[in-house]
Nanobody
Framework: QVQLVESGGGLVQAGGSLRLSCAASGSFFGINAMGWYREAPGEQRDLVAIIVSGGDTSYAGSVKGRFTISRDNAKNTVYLQMMSLKPEDTAVYYC??????????????WGQGTQVTVSS
């Protein structure tokens, strides 16, 4: 059974920093991509950043230059370093991964979410 476990959320003042972590555990062949989404109250869940197995990254325009996604393949862990945080970054942040369960099966998985609150 594959699980994604997130950590690192919390309350921070505007201009501050936080680092989120997400570790994948269980039995699987490999991970194609890992990323972070966020969902603010009353809004849809949006992509924040993604990193694929080759190391290429992509960011939402609103976080580009402030957030950095990275990955430790040996630990099956993805990180999101968030700098210069703004109140509008307040949301529940979800880790997501595209995981190869076997040579022929791939599935998408979500973490449980971690709250990030930025005070003004």
């Amino acid at each position: 059974q594959v699980q994604l476990v997130e950590s690192g959320g919390g309350l921070v003042q505007a201009g501050g920093s936080l680092r989120l972590s997400c570790a994948a555990s269980g039995s699987f062949f490999g991970i194609n991509a890992m990323g972070w989404y966020r969902e603010a109250p009353g809004e849809q869940r949006d992509l924040v950043a993604i990193i694929v197995s080759g190391g290429d990254t992509s960011y939402a325009g609103s976080v580009k230059g402030r957030f950095t996604i990275s990955r430790d393949n040996a630990k099956n862990t993805v990180y999101l370093q968030m700098m210069s945080l703004k109140p509008e970054d307040t949301a529940v942040y979800y880790c997501a991964a595209v995981i190869r369960l076997s040579a022929t099966e791939t599935n998408n998985f979500w973490g449980q979410g971690t709250q990030v609150t930025v005070s003004s």
